[in-house]
């Protein structure tokens, strides 16, 4: 039972530990050096070369490093029929709702122009909207979104979701489908993208989605990068539309340092940090998947070839 490790972004040493602590009988490589190729069952990958999974023969898993399976589909010599499974795990949704609440907060109490207003030394007092008068719209209401949701409704945010299947959920309003879209757009004062990134979902933060918005909303993306259209979010903000963006996430990554994101006075920049894989933490998961395909069993958090995600 082996596993082997792509990516340039993980520490490999802290894999081997926390999976050595867990099974120290477990075989662990680390990519290229994939040892005997032949006793590898589980890729444990993030943004590996395409490529790098073909040539072993008793593959049984391609387990994600991450939320996110986006990165693996783009390897255009992906093994057939080895199912893909992506990580599920508390500390990193626990992670990505701290940030996303972080961005909210401050967009709702208007940290930005707090901020403006130290900077000139201006002693302005800017008076809070009363909270149920802030409508969150969820783009993606899974593990990650259902999660921020529920601590936006605990805090007083009237929050709205929108998924592509439809749902029924306690104090979430619930839009599905392109015309659900629309109605989600045209009630959210803040926007938060939490979507995967299939074809459907593919640039689907443009012009026309940000027109729909009410005027003054503000965008949060923490998806990733190619949701958005880049050039149609800051004509949005700059014409006066929007009244600005937390991005975490970017069609180049890093963000180039010409970029007219970094300086922009209305747009937060984070280098895509909002949730970080803790191995320590997902480890036992990658090890759980790995007991199952060994024995001939379903892995968890398979993603449906079909949709994407
Ligand atoms: P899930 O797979 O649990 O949830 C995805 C949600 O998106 C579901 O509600 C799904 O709808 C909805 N969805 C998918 N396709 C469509 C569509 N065409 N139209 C409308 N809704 C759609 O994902 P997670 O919550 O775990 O993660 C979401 C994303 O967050 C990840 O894919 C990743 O890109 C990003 N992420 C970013 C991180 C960062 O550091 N910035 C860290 C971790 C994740 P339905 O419920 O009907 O299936």
């Known amino acids: 039972m082996s596993i082997l490790f792509i990516s340039k972004?993980?520490?490999?040493?802290?894999?081997?530990?926390?999976?050595?602590?867990?099974?120290?009988e477990i075989g662990f490589q680390v990519w290229p050096d994939s040892g005997k190729p032949e006793d590898i069952e589980v890729a444990l990958v993030w943004k590996h070369p395409p490529g790098a999974l073909l040539g072993l023969p008793n593959l049984k898993l391609i387990q994600s490093l991450g939320a996110g399976v986006d990165h693996i589909f783009m390897d255009p010599r992906l093994p057939k029929n080895v199912p893909i499974a992506r990580l599920v795990d508390a500390e990193l949704t626990r992670q990505m709702v701290e940030y996303v609440t972080l961005a909210v907060l401050s967009r709702h109490r208007r940290l930005d122009l707090i901020r403006g207003a130290q900077l000139l030394r201006d002693w302005q007092v800017i008076p809070p909207v009363p909270i149920s008068c802030s409508r969150v719209g969820i783009l993606g209401f899974g593990e990650i979104g259902r999660a921020t949701g529920n601590t936006l409704v605990n805090l007083g945010f009237k929050v709205a979701s929108w998924t592509r299947t439809p749902h029924t959920v306690g104090a979430v309003a619930s839009y599905h489908g392109s015309e659900g879209f629309t109605s989600l757009l045209q009630k959210?004062?803040?926007?938060?993208?939490?979507?995967?990134?299939?074809?459907?979902?593919?640039?689907?933060?443009?012009?026309?989605?940000?027109?729909?918005?009410?005027?003054?909303?503000?965008?949060?993306?923490?998806?990733?990068?190619?949701?958005?259209?880049?050039?149609?979010?800051?004509?949005?903000?700059?014409?006066?539309?929007?009244?600005g963006a937390w991005l975490?996430?970017?069609?180049?990554?890093?963000?180039?340092?010409?970029?007219?994101?970094?300086a922009h006075p209305k747009i937060v920049v984070t280098p895509h940090l909002a949730g970080l894989t803790v191995a320590s933490s997902a480890a036992s998961q990658v090890i759980h998947n790995l007991r199952l395909v060994h024995i001939g069993k379903t892995p968890q958090n398979l993603v449906d070839p079909t949709v994407g995600y």
């Open 188 to 243: 959210s004062d803040i926007l938060i993208c939490l979507l995967p990134l299939i074809a459907k979902t593919r640039g689907l933060l443009n012009a026309e989605a940000f027109a729909t918005l009410p005027t003054d909303a503000y965008v949060i993306n923490v998806a990733r990068g190619a949701h958005l259209i880049e050039q149609d979010l800051l004509a949005a903000i700059d014409n006066g539309h929007l009244s």
């Open 9 to 24: 972004a993980d520490n490999p040493t802290e894999w081997q530990q926390a999976l050595a602590s867990l099974d120290p």
């Open 248 to 262: 975490d996430v970017f069609d180049a990554e890093p963000l180039p340092s010409n970029h007219p994101f970094w």
